[in-house]
């Protein structure tokens, strides 16, 4: 998917809303079965209900992989899944990070096996561990301020010039990736964070996590966040949707948790756009 | 494992040799079928070759993951095959890092539904992602100073006090992390870094890529980063044993290129161990 086809359906639907699929067992509706399979069924059944709503998914790998070859082939299912929905942007949630001709392997088996448009990645081992993410047709999503408290850790410690981390690693990104291909995790639990970031990168989409549950506000995010005309932002919503309820109308009451949120973003949307 | 019995086999063995997974299909012996299977078999098969002369085996999982749902099957193998070397460290090359509660699914899956000893993660998260992986009796591997090009970018970026962002990293690890459920990775390719950063964790085991095709020397490693008695590395080749011969012969070639690192290795053992 293309900047600019992002950028039509974001247009058309009024949303920016990214659905994080992160199934988690303990949480299910009571209904599916506690296998891989049926964490891949909830997914589908997720997906579906809010199709009219989202403009990406973003399944989070971990929560696969812990159901070890069986996770994977219902990471499998859910990927597949996605590519019915071909004007969604499919995000492979998975953090990964590695030397230059590891990474490359990585982004075959996520991008090109099973077919995700993007992939999250971690920068800690520099640009040969990030570029080989940005294949043809395909996104990268790096890591800039992330929206949990070990934040604090190392990304808004202070460098030499005493600006934080996070800022160096964006003024590398900024070097190093074109806002066709690439996009950048910013918290949504640091508003004030997320309008230096901005700052930082005017052109580039960021994808926010940390609505909801975490504390953030979608009205904070577009105020903070928003380009005018392109907009530049997917936001992240998870457990919200996914387990807005327990019972058998869990898929009604996912789409009508996104439909609220879709319904904030449009009160805030930017008049321009 | 513990590190108790890790210690123990390294004295046995007189050898701190870990040999690195990263099965290629372009490059594996011929008469290997180049499938997900046939990966898992060429795998299988270096083990057995190489257990006389090693203490630990890290397979890559991006090696894996490059194809797919039967990658996954295939690292299930090689898990289940390492399974039956308890006297072996068994590591998943991972490089792993998110928000707590994720970060304990991905523990989950890789340490326990795979049944691997160990993972390698990434601190760019920060304290939150990285403590759910000291489950009992397992090990996290934390990325300290990496052995690649990138390491510039960010790792040997001065801080606000004029020391680089890994030193940082390293006192962060010498709070949270036991010496018991911890090790650090700290590439050969710096010797320099490596002596600064054995000074700085003077107990932790040290995971040492790099050695061979990256660059870095048995000599220089034992030299700068062996810890009197308890020895405190793992010196790790993948490519140099992997591919000691595309014939039929590799198995003998893979045992006898680990045979000539062990050699190497006891050369520059410390006498007091």
Not at 120 to 143: E, H, N, R
Request: hydrophobic share 45%; net charge negative; charged share 20%.
């Amino acid at each position: 998917m293309t900047r600019a086809q992002l950028i039509a359906q974001i247009q058309a639907k009024k949303s920016v809303l990214c659905v994080g699929l992160d199934p988690d067992m303990d949480k299910m509706p009571a209904h599916f079965p506690r296998t891989a399979e049926g964490l891949a069924d909830f997914c589908c059944a997720i997906i579906d209900a809010t199709a009219p709503y989202a403009v990406a998914y973003k399944p989070n790998l971990a929560f696969f992989e812990a159901l070890g070859v069986g996770g994977w082939q219902a990471l499998a299912r859910v990927a597949d899944h996605l590519g019915s929905y071909p004007h969604h942007l499919s995000i492979a949630d998975a953090k990964r990070g590695d030397i230059g001709n590891t990474a490359t392997k990585y982004a075959q088996g996520i991008l090109n096996e099973l077919g995700f448009d993007a992939i999250t990645v971690a920068p800690y081992m520099g640009q040969d561990s990030l570029q080989p993410f940005a294949l043809p047709g395909k996104w990268g999503i790096a890591l800039g301020l992330t929206s949990n408290p070990g934040a604090n850790d190392f990304q808004l410690q202070s460098m030499a010039d005493g600006r934080p981390l996070y800022a160096h690693v964006l003024d590398a990104y900024r070097t190093w990736m074109s806002p066709e291909q690439w996009m950048v995790v910013v918290g949504a639990t640091r508003p004030e964070g997320l309008a230096s970031v901005r700052a930082q990168l005017p052109e580039h989409f960021f994808l926010v996590p940390g609505v909801g549950a975490q504390g953030g506000t979608v009205e904070e995010v577009m105020r903070a966040g928003a380009i005018s005309g392109d907009l530049g932002l997917l936001i992240n919503s998870s457990r919200g949707i996914l387990y807005a309820s327990a019972g058998d109308d869990f898929a009604e009451a996912a789409a009508a948790e996104a439909e609220r949120l879709v319904a904030d973003m449009q009160t805030h949307w930017p008049d321009e756009v």
